[in-house]
């Protein structure tokens, strides 16, 4: 069982920044990749940036170069930093984590944490 736990959200101005954190715990393998969704009212979760155990990232085009994504292997902990935030950043953000245990692919998720870009 796997446990994630999602801080940092809040409100904001355009322009401003946020950092994020996910805290992952339980049954977790040394090789996996950790990232970060978000979902806007009325839309589908999409990706915004992953990452994976050896420091391989992957962002949406839509944050590239606006959004800077890390982690703590010895934490088990995902960050994300999000600069220059526009009203269309506004949405719930979740963390998740993709692993592979005993032949096992798994997904697991957080609760998510809001985020609120204010014009």
């Known amino acids: 069982q796997v446990q994630l736990v999602e801080s940092g959200g809040g409100l904001v101005q355009t322009g401003g920044s946020l950092r994020l954190s996910c805290v992952a715990s339980g049954s977790i393998a040394s090789i996996n990749t950790m990232g970060w969704y978000h979902q806007a009212p009325g839309k589908q979760r999409e990706l915004v940036a992953t990452?994976?155990?050896?420091?391989?990232?992957n962002y949406a085009d839509s944050v590239a170069g606006r959004f800077h994504i890390s982690r703590d292997n010895a934490g088990n902990t995902v960050y994300l930093e999000m600069n220059s935030l526009k009203p269309e950043d506004t949405a719930v953000y979740y963390c998740n984590l993709r692993q592979r245990r005993f032949s096992i692919n798994t997904i697991d998720w957080g609760q998510g944490t809001q985020v609120t870009v204010s014009s």
């Open positions: 990452i994976s155990s050896v420091g391989i990232t």
